[in-house]
Nanobody, 123 residues
Framework: QVYFVESGGGLVQAGDSLRLSCTTS????????MAWFRQAPAKDREFVMGISVGGGDTYSADSVKDRFTISRDNDKNTAYLQMTSLKHEDTGVYHC????????????????WGPGTQVTVSS
């Protein structure tokens, strides 16, 4: 069963911007902390950014700080990831997940992952 659907990925050049979306019909969305992770080939899923239920608190990996912004629209059951100044090392499949318990930065703390959207940044 697919809980979330990510979209907005693509092939871009270094320095470009992209906006990813993560949408769901799951009612628990508006009551859950959400996060974006990414996974490069042959690497573990890596935390990118997270956002609290109301959107007032956000959490960011150092590698994307000041370049990426996370937001959410609970009326639309959608979370967003605005990415600017993209670098080659940002390449990967971007997934969103719903936080269940544990550490915000650990993929094992999240459930109901989407299939992901591919982001490829050419250098």
């Amino acid at each position: 069963q697919v809980y979330f659907v990510e979209s907005g990925g693509g092939l871009v050049q270094a320095g470009d911007s992209l906006r990813l979306s993560c949408t769901t019909s799951v009612r628990t969305f508006r009551h859950s902390t959400m996060a974006w992770f990414r996974q490069a080939p042959a690497k573990d899923r890596e935390f990118v950014m997270g956002i609290s239920v109301g959107g007032g608190d956000t959490y960011s990996a150092d590698s994307v700080k000041d370049r990426f912004t996370i937001s959410r629209d609970n009326d639309k059951n959608t979370a967003y990831l605005q990415m600017t100044s993209l670098k080659h090392e940002d390449t990967g499949v971007y997934h969103c997940g719903r936080f269940m318990y544990g550490s915000y930065c650990e993929a094992s703390s999240y459930v109901e992952w989407g299939p992901g959207t591919q982001v490829t940044v050419s250098s």
